[in-house]
């Protein structure tokens, strides 16, 4: 140990210019690092985020990208965003588009919420307000699908025809259109009284969709037949179809009883105030949608005035403030068109409820 040589220490010979970073050299770095950082949250994402996700539920996690990218441009509002995720979670949807594109689907998958915030145990005026962000969400995706049709041979059964013949419009309903002819129900007088119209005879026919797309055509007299227990008017098909028009809402043929009462203003200025008389008018709702009603009545009634229309569906209540927009004389009954002014949101939501047919067991 005393004879070991120890190497001499030698002073570092440096300067202080040999601890400057090269400016190109200092870029790199910081790129070089961002790559890294990059490289890594992917990895992470990877590992926890899509591979360790369970395949049954990786196709609704990915869906629900996939749902804000379809959707992004229909003017959905961040509510209404929310309750479509929400709408197509409740019924495990892993192909958001194809049920986009499918009026059948999207209303099981509506259906199914529907029932689930109504059996939900929130306070009813939390449900109301759900359950009118569902249906505000169903009617513009009701407004935005193309499910147009190219042929007479998909007309759903139960569609209500409207036939020009002798210049008066008459509707009939679909009983079937999947064979080779259109049968639909014989057309009646307003009086209940079959009309025979001569085989051979041109008629222009008008329907809408239940998605509320109307569309004309031309066809013909084939003859008549009988079909489920019913005389039937044999209509030639089409392919030939003209898109009419779009209704904003979609509408439901019905036969509801219901009762109106006038509705007049009182005073004047900012001491006005609606009065609602106490006699009531008798009538049946033909048809509805959450934007009015078509009401056969045999009192008579002016274009323009207001009433307060009153019925019961599925054991609840309604009720709505309506205006007159038109009206039509069929025999001596009259039929009133009328478009809602104020409704409440609980008697809405029992409107589309019926309109879409959710309501149903």
């Known amino acids: 140990m005393r004879n070991m040589r120890i190497p001499a220490l030698l002073p570092l010979q440096v300067t202080v210019t040999d601890f400057r970073f090269n400016s190109s050299n200092s870029n790199n770095a910081v790129i070089l690092l961002v790559f890294v950082v990059i490289a890594v949250?992917?990895?992470?994402?990877?590992?926890?985020?899509?591979?360790?996700?369970?395949?049954?539920?990786?196709?609704n996690t990915m869906s629900g990208f996939a749902l804000r990218r379809i959707v992004r441009n229909l003017g959905f509002s961040h509510e209404q965003i929310k309750m479509l995720d929400y709408v197509f979670k409740t019924d495990n949807v892993t192909d958001p588009q194809k049920s986009l594109s499918t009026p059948f689907l999207l209303d099981r998958h509506f259906r199914r919420a529907y029932r689930t915030i109504g059996q939900a145990s929130t306070g009813n005026n939390e449900t109301q307000k759900r359950l009118s962000i569902l249906f505000s969400t169903r009617n513009i995706l009701e407004n935005s699908a193309f499910d147009m049709i190219s042929s007479?041979?998909?007309?759903?059964?139960?569609?209500?025809?409207?036939?020009?013949?002798?210049?008066?419009?008459?509707?009939?309903?679909?009983?079937?259109?999947?064979?080779d002819h259109i049968a639909v129900e014989r057309p009646k007088t307003?009086?209940?009284?079959?009309?025979?119209?001569?085989?051979?005879?041109?008629?222009?026919?008008?329907?809408?969709?239940?998605?509320?797309?109307?569309?004309?055509f031309e066809t013909r007299v084939v003859g008549y037949a009988t079909m489920y227990g019913h005389s039937a008017l044999q209509?030639?098909?089409?392919?030939?179809?003209?898109?009419?028009s779009h209704r904003k809402y979609r509408r439901k043929?019905?036969?509801?009883?219901?009762?109106?009462?006038?509705?007049?203003?009182?005073?004047?200025?900012?001491?006005?105030?609606?009065?609602?008389?106490?006699?009531r008018i008798a009538g049946n709702i033909e048809d509805i949608s959450m934007g009015g009603c078509?009401?056969?009545?045999?009192a008579p009634v002016q274009v323009g005035a207001r009433f307060k229309v009153e019925f019961t569906q599925g054991?609840?209540?309604?009720?709505?403030?309506?205006?007159?927009?038109r009206t039509n004389r069929t025999g001596v009954s009259t039929v009133i068109h009328m478009r809602f002014l104020r409704v409440s949101q609980k008697s809405m939501n029992i409107i589309n409820a019926f309109v879409y047919e959710y309501a149903n067991e």
């Open 41 to 59: 949250f992917i990895f992470l994402f990877y590992r926890f985020f899509i591979k360790g996700i369970k395949p049954e539920s990786r196709g």
């Open 152 to 179: 007479t041979q998909q007309i759903k059964d139960d569609v209500i025809l409207t036939i020009t013949y002798a210049k008066e419009p008459i509707k009939v309903s679909v009983l079937s259109a999947r064979g």
């Open 190 to 216: 307003v009086l209940g009284t079959p009309i025979k119209i001569p085989k051979g005879t041109k008629l222009t026919a008008v329907f809408f969709t239940k998605s509320n797309k109307g569309f004309s």
């Open 235 to 244: 209509l030639a098909h089409s392919n030939q179809l003209r898109f009419l």
């Open 253 to 279: 043929h019905a036969y509801i009883a219901c009762f109106m009462f006038l509705v007049y203003v009182e005073g004047s200025g900012k001491k006005q105030r609606l009065v609602v008389d106490k006699r």
């Open 294 to 298: 078509s009401i056969k009545t045999n």
């Open 315 to 325: 054991g609840n209540s309604v009720a709505a403030l309506g205006q007159v927009l």
